[in-house]
């Protein structure tokens, strides 16, 4: 399997580009002051690409999936920007057909697949439903839908599973399930939430291969968040970095490897853990800012090495660097 | 040199209901034995179930062992009486998956951190503040962090105060529980840096309980990897993630997230899911995930045999064909 | 976050903005500070003595010379619905508290050794929870004849598998929390364990439910002495002043009743109102 970009696929509806957002603000609006979690987010996804989104805990990665699909609940809110799936700004619809559109044309899937699943109806009774509204299926065809749906996510043994209720079913089936459900709709993009945290490692691997098996046979555009760098090198073709509610890179996945340019991004990489390293790992020293206390300037200057006056007071903006290749920070230049 | 911990034969069985009167056993541990030297770090390495958490605890008696013996510095300590364990409670420690979870809400941590000082009689009364400080300051945590309540203290503080709680005694075996799988990656490694400079410092033996082979390596001089209850290979760390004997290891290893997009290729790891653990069979418990079975496999009682000096395997095609040179997986 | 210089007041500063998230709570805490303070300062508030009879001025409505009207004996309806504060919270939170003891006790006994002592405690507990509540406390009430400590006794007694089964159920949650374990890890007893772990952990569940029984417990105290098996005339309790009024709403002097009466709906319902927002101003978790 190669990592470069998949774009000679078919495009759905004559349109390379599935979905893009555009500087798009989210505030959570508190008793005693607005906070502002995600503070101007650009991404893009081709169709059959698989993004990736990065960061740790409280970067915000969870809000913009949820902001995209619209399900952000209270206190938060998308303050401004543009949600463009298929060309269209979902942030303009209203309930209604945002409904629709998140039944049948965007997914989701979550980190606990199993409490993501409605307890009191079995797999077979949820699928049924779902190909019901979408597909117009019912009765025996609706059946064996169903189950050729679990038999590709590769679940064996399909009809126990399609009597089975979320409680009896392990963590990875869980999940499979939990695919399969957001496939029968065949939709045109997959928002997958730390879609493996929850999975041991090798259910994990079974997982990342199913959802690679998705973009090569279903050309399935997926965004996929995870805080695991092993998981984005394992999936993805580009990969935004998110840190404090801000994108501080993105790029192909390859060149986030190769040559990381933001301090943040290097630090992340240098910090993992690897197979067969005994030394002491170089850490990013302090801890992740908690959404209220968001620093001014750029939000890692307080815990980065190379940081000047500027850093401090401006933010820094996401700009080309190479081709496709995009950085936040005042001194990529210096430090490339 | 006699070892500090010596575990063999441990046992823990749940019984689980299944009929009105009926109980069948769900086996958390199965003859479980381990060694660990003063200052050495041994990793228990498997997946949820494997029960890695379970031999952790009963070493520790937090969980009472089904049978086996526990001897720690000699002292069998399986048979002993909660008073006579509490009293040894001081040179055993523990540190928890969840850190906010094993802090008490209700209590500063300065005063959980003090607690084990105060219950052991480890320093006079007015020396504690004094110690709580020396405590917190060797975890990297300031003075500002003692009057706070876990719940305003980032995971990573938190853990730091898990780890000074566990140290205020100067245990000489500290049990490490996933200390760092719930923690966010620039965190992780700060608090893996922090266990080895303690571990130098302080000449701890550590048992790293963890699923994160990545984290093991780095970590441990040997490593006894766990699968439904039983140890399925064990033997030096660089040497096991090296050349594995056994397949349930090898697949650990492939699963093990890859470090860079150029290692992408097609492997084939362990397929469906683990058996049932209760009462599962006595021949080899991988056979129906695993690609190398034969019939052989699931005929005679898989048992660890040493194959080669420190290196032990529960794979029987293993042990049978290795020496002749004539199959690895 | 609490920072360091702001930890003098740091409850004061929480308390305020907690009171402008919940109105509706802080509402409660109004009514019932509100009517303790009026009831503690009932001798210098009141403007008659509560138990003074004067036959020329027999039920009178209500008027600036007797705000609330005046009885069937003359006496000043406004006066003693303030001393009934005094009297009637003292009832409520003494049935209270000696129900709280008793049954977390017992509750506590049970959840945390379990087994053979959790199955007997428990089963006491299911016959005395098996009589109709109020029934129960009439019988007690009856046996013991009617007096304060008695009526305290008898509603007390009544409510103790409410705090037994709570705290009951707390206890089985948190014993198996990871810092139980954890405690035990670094050598803390049972005893310790219980006394210095446990127990903050479970009274927030028990405060809540107290608060409500608290309302509940006045209006047991108030219907018992109404039918003549709580306290005696002349005191001034709500209930007895309703049982005299009573009689004479048919004819028109409703202020005889209604005074004590809406009292005792003001008070239920501010204990309500608290109890249902104690839960999370309880909660360390939200500070």
Same mark, same amino acid.
């Given at each position: 399997?190669?990592?470069?970009?998949?774009?000679?696929?078919?495009?759905? %509806?004559?349109?390379?580009?599935?979905?893009?957002?555009?500087?798009?603000?989210?505030?959570?609006?508190?008793?005693?002051?607005?906070?502002?979690?995600?503070?101007?987010?650009?991404?893009?996804?081709?169709?059959?690409?698989?993004? $990736?989104?990065?960061?740790?805990?409280?970067?915000?990665?969870?809000?913009?999936?949820?902001?995209?699909?619209? *399900?952000?609940?209270?206190? &938060?809110?998308?303050?401004?920007?543009?949600?463009?799936?298929?060309?269209?700004?979902? *942030?303009?619809?209203?309930?209604?057909?945002?409904?629709?559109?998140?039944?049948?044309?965007?997914?989701?899937?979550?980190?606990?697949?199993?409490?993501?699943?409605?307890?009191?109806?079995?797999?077979?009774?949820?699928? %049924?439903?779902?190909?019901?509204?979408?597909?117009?299926?019912?009765?025996?065809?609706?059946?064996?839908?169903?189950?050729?749906?679990?038999?590709?996510?590769?679940?064996?043994?399909?009809?126990?599973?399609?009597?089975?209720?979320?409680?009896?079913?392990?963590? &990875?089936?869980?999940?499979?399930?939990?695919?399969?459900?957001?496939?029968?709709?065949?939709?045109?993009?997959?928002?997958?939430?730390?879609?493996?945290?929850?999975?041991?490692?090798?259910?994990?691997?079974?997982?990342?291969?199913?959802?690679?098996?998705?973009?090569?046979?279903?050309?399935?555009?997926?965004?996929?968040?995870?805080?695991?760098?092993?998981?984005?090198?394992?999936?993805?073709?580009?990969?935004?970095?998110?840190?404090?509610?801000?994108? #501080?890179?993105?790029?192909?996945?390859?060149?986030?490897?190769?040559?990381?340019?933001?301090? +943040?991004?290097?630090?992340?990489?240098?910090?993992?853990?690897?197979? $067969?390293?005994?030394?002491?790992?170089?850490?990013?020293?302090?801890?992740?800012?908690?959404?209220?206390?968001?620093?001014?300037?750029?939000?890692?200057?307080?815990?980065?090495?190379? =940081?000047?006056?500027?850093?401090?007071?401006?933010?820094?903006?996401?700009?080309?660097?190479?081709?496709?290749?995009?950085?936040?920070?005042?001194?990529?230049? !210096?430090?490339? | 040199?006699?070892?500090?911990?010596?575990?063999?034969?441990?046992?823990?069985?749940?019984?689980?209901?299944?009929?009105? #009167?009926?109980?069948?056993?769900?086996?958390?541990?199965?003859?479980?034995?381990?060694?660990?030297?003063?200052?050495?770090?041994?990793?228990?390495?498997?997946?949820?179930?494997?029960?890695?958490?379970?031999?952790?605890?009963?070493?520790?008696?937090?969980?009472?062992?089904?049978?086996?013996?526990?001897?720690?510095? &000699?002292?069998?300590?399986?048979?002993?009486?909660?008073?006579?364990?509490?009293?040894?409670?001081?040179?055993?420690?523990?540190?928890?998956?969840?850190?906010?979870?094993?802090?008490?809400?209700?209590?500063?941590?300065?005063?959980?951190?003090?607690?084990?000082?105060?219950?052991?009689?480890?320093?006079?009364?007015? !020396?504690?503040?004094?110690?709580?400080?020396?405590?917190?300051?060797?975890?990297?945590?300031?003075?500002?962090?003692?009057?706070? +309540?876990?719940?305003?203290?980032?995971?990573?503080?938190?853990?730091?105060?898990?780890?000074?709680?566990?140290?205020?005694?100067?245990?000489?075996?500290?049990?490490?529980?996933?200390?760092?799988?719930?923690?966010?990656?620039?965190?992780?490694?700060?608090?893996?840096?922090?266990?080895?400079?303690?571990?130098?410092?302080?000449?701890?033996?550590?048992?790293?309980?963890?699923?994160?082979?990545?984290?093991?390596?780095?970590?441990?001089?040997?490593?006894?990897?766990?699968?439904?209850?039983?140890?399925?290979?064990?033997?030096?760390?660089?040497?096991?993630? =090296?050349?594995?004997?056994?397949?349930?290891?090898?697949?650990?290893?492939?699963?093990?997230?890859?470090?860079?997009?150029?290692?992408? %290729?097609?492997?084939?790891?362990?397929?469906?899911?683990?058996?049932?653990?209760?009462?599962?069979?006595?021949?080899?418990?991988?056979?129906?995930?695993?690609?190398?079975?034969?019939?052989?496999?699931?005929?005679?009682?898989?048992?660890?045999?040493?194959?080669?000096?420190?290196?032990?395997?529960?794979?029987?095609?293993?042990?049978?064909?290795?020496?002749? $040179?004539?199959?690895?997986? | 976050?609490?920072?360091?210089?702001?930890?003098?007041?740091?409850?004061?500063?929480?308390?305020?903005?907690?009171?402008?998230?919940?109105?509706?709570?802080?509402?409660?805490?109004?009514?019932?500070?509100?009517?303790?303070?009026?009831?503690? *300062?009932?001798?210098?508030?009141?403007?008659?003595?509560?138990?003074?009879?004067?036959?020329?001025?027999?039920?009178?409505?209500?008027?600036?010379?007797?705000?609330?009207?005046?009885?069937?004996?003359?006496?000043?309806?406004?006066?003693?619905?303030?001393?009934?504060?005094?009297i009637d919270f003292g009832i409520g939170?003494g049935a209270?508290?000696? $129900?709280?003891?008793?049954?977390?006790?017992?509750?506590?006994?049970?959840?945390? +050794?379990?087994?053979?002592?959790?199955?007997?405690?428990?089963?006491?507990?299911?016959?005395?929870?098996?009589?109709? &509540?109020?029934?129960?406390a009439?019988?007690?009430a009856?046996?013991?004849?009617?007096?304060i400590?008695?009526l305290i006794?008898a509603i007390?007694?009544?409510?103790?598998?409410?705090?037994?089964?709570?705290?009951?159920?707390?206890?089985?949650?948190?014993?198996?929390?990871?810092?139980?374990?954890?405690?035990?890890?670094?050598?803390?007893?049972?005893?310790?364990? #219980?006394?210095?772990?446990?127990?903050?952990?479970?009274?927030?569940?028990?405060?809540?439910?107290?608060?409500?029984?608290?309302?509940w417990a006045i209006l047991d105290a108030a219907g018992l002495s109404f039918?003549?098996?709580g306290v005696?005339?002349?005191?001034?309790e709500w209930g007895v002043?309703?049982?005299?009024?009573?009689?004479?709403?048919?004819?028109?002097?409703?202020?005889?009743?209604?005074?004590?009466?809406?009292?005792i709906?003001?008070?239920?319902?501010?204990?309500?109102?608290?109890?249902?927002?104690?839960?999370?101003? #309880?909660?360390?978790?939200?500070?």
């Amino acid at each position: 399997m190669h990592c470069s970009l998949d774009l000679d696929s078919v495009h759905r %509806k004559g349109s390379a580009e599935v979905l893009r957002v555009e500087d798009l603000r989210v505030e959570f609006c508190l008793p005693d002051e607005d906070i502002l979690v995600l503070a101007g987010i650009d991404l893009a996804a081709m169709a059959g690409q698989i993004v $990736g989104i990065v960061g740790e805990s409280g970067s915000g990665k969870t809000v913009t999936a949820l902001s995209i699909a619209r *399900l952000l609940a209270p206190p &938060g809110r998308i303050a401004s920007g543009r949600v463009l799936f298929l060309g269209q700004d979902l *942030l303009g619809l209203d309930a209604a057909q945002m409904r629709s559109i998140r039944g049948s044309q965007i997914s989701m899937i979550f980190q606990n697949p199993r409490a993501s699943l409605n307890p009191v109806f079995s797999v077979g009774k949820m699928l %049924k439903e779902v190909l019901k509204v979408h597909s117009g299926l019912q009765g025996r065809a609706a059946t064996i839908r169903a189950k050729e749906l679990l038999a590709d996510v590769g679940l064996p043994d399909p009809d126990s599973v399609l009597k089975r209720y979320a409680h009896q079913l392990s963590g &990875g089936m869980a999940q499979r399930a939990m695919i399969a459900l957001a496939l029968s709709s065949s939709p045109a993009l997959l928002l997958a939430d730390e879609p493996t945290t929850a999975l041991d490692v090798t259910i994990q691997h079974q997982i990342i291969q199913l959802l690679l098996r998705l973009r090569q046979e279903h050309n399935l555009t997926q965004i996929v968040i995870t805080h695991n760098f092993g998981v984005i090198a394992e999936l993805c073709d580009r990969v935004a970095v998110m840190y404090a509610g801000s994108i #501080l890179e993105e790029a192909p996945v390859a060149k986030i490897f190769d040559s990381p340019g933001h301090p +943040y991004t290097r630090g992340l990489l240098a910090a993992r853990a690897r197979v $067969g390293r005994h030394t002491e790992i170089e850490n990013i020293p302090g801890q992740v800012p908690e959404l209220k206390n968001r620093p001014d300037g750029c939000p890692f200057h307080p815990r980065c090495a190379h =940081a000047r006056d500027i850093c401090r007071v401006k933010v820094p903006r996401l700009e080309q660097t190479a081709p496709g290749h995009h950085i936040a920070c005042h001194r990529w230049q !210096e430090l490339a | 040199m006699s070892p500090l911990l010596e575990v063999s034969g441990l046992y823990k069985h749940y019984p689980i209901r299944s009929g009105l #009167l009926r109980y069948r056993n769900l086996v958390a541990a199965d003859n479980v034995s381990l060694t660990l030297q003063a200052g050495e770090t041994l990793a228990l390495v498997g997946e949820s179930g494997s029960g890695k958490s379970t031999v952790g605890r009963c070493i520790l008696r937090l969980e009472e062992p089904t049978a086996g013996s526990v001897l720690l510095d &000699g002292k069998d300590i399986s048979e002993l009486s909660e008073p006579e364990v509490r009293a040894l409670r001081p040179q055993m420690q523990m540190v928890y998956q969840e850190p906010l979870e094993s802090l008490n809400p209700r209590h500063k941590v300065g005063n959980l951190v003090a607690e084990p000082l105060l219950l052991h009689r480890i320093v006079g009364k007015a !020396e504690i503040p004094a110690r709580v400080s020396e405590l917190f300051h060797m975890v990297g945590l300031g003075k500002e962090h003692i009057d706070r +309540y876990a719940h305003t203290l980032s995971g990573g503080q938190q853990q730091r105060v898990g780890i000074a709680r566990a140290l205020a005694t100067r245990p000489k075996l500290l049990i490490l529980d996933e200390p760092t799988s719930a923690l966010d990656v620039s965190v992780e490694a700060q608090i893996l840096n922090l266990l080895q400079d303690l571990q130098q410092q302080m000449q701890l033996a550590y048992l790293f309980i963890s699923h994160d082979l990545a984290v093991v390596s780095m970590l441990a001089d040997r490593v006894a990897v766990m699968y439904l209850g039983q140890i399925v290979e064990s033997g030096p760390t660089a040497s096991v993630l =090296a050349s594995h004997y056994h397949p349930y290891t090898q697949a650990l290893v492939l699963a093990t997230p890859i470090n860079h997009p150029r290692q992408r %290729k097609q492997r084939i790891v362990l397929e469906g899911e683990p058996i049932s653990p209760i009462e599962p069979p006595q021949t080899c418990r991988l056979v129906p995930r695993c690609p190398y079975a034969q019939s052989i496999c699931s005929e005679q009682p898989a048992n660890l045999v040493e194959v080669t000096p420190h290196r032990a395997t529960r794979c029987i095609r293993f042990a049978n064909e290795h020496q002749a $040179g004539r199959w690895t997986p | 976050m609490i920072g360091p210089q702001e930890q003098i007041v740091p409850g004061l500063t929480a308390l305020a903005r907690w009171c402008r998230r919940n109105p509706v709570t802080a509402f409660g805490f109004f009514i019932i500070l509100g009517l303790g303070v009026l009831g503690l *300062l009932a001798p210098l508030i009141a403007p008659y003595d509560p138990y003074a009879l004067n036959p020329r001025e027999k039920m009178q409505p209500p008027s600036w010379d007797h705000l609330f009207g005046t009885g069937i004996f003359g006496e000043d309806i406004f006066s003693r619905v303030l001393y009934g504060i005094r009297i009637d919270f003292g009832i409520g939170l003494g049935a209270v508290a000696f $129900g709280l003891i008793a049954g977390s006790s017992v509750g506590v006994i049970a959840g945390y +050794y379990g087994g053979r002592i959790d199955e007997v405690l428990m089963r006491l507990m299911d016959i005395v929870a098996a009589f109709p &509540g109020f029934i129960l406390a009439m019988a007690i009430a009856g046996v013991l004849g009617p007096s304060i400590p008695n009526l305290i006794i008898a509603i007390a007694f009544v409510n103790v598998p409410v705090y037994a089964r709570l705290s009951r159920s707390r206890f089985l949650v948190i014993r198996e929390s990871l810092y139980a374990l954890a405690a035990r890890g670094v050598g803390a007893s049972d005893f310790r364990i #219980l006394t210095w772990h446990l127990l903050p952990n479970s009274l927030a569940p028990i405060f809540v439910q107290s608060t409500l029984q608290c309302g509940w417990a006045i209006l047991d105290a108030a219907g018992l002495s109404f039918i003549g098996l709580g306290v005696h005339l002349p005191t001034p309790e709500w209930g007895v002043m309703i049982g005299l009024g009573a009689p004479r709403i048919i004819a028109g002097q409703w202020w005889i009743s209604f005074f004590p009466g809406l009292a005792i709906a003001i008070t239920v319902m501010g204990f309500n109102l608290i109890g249902d927002g104690l839960q999370d101003l #309880l909660d360390p978790r939200r500070w």
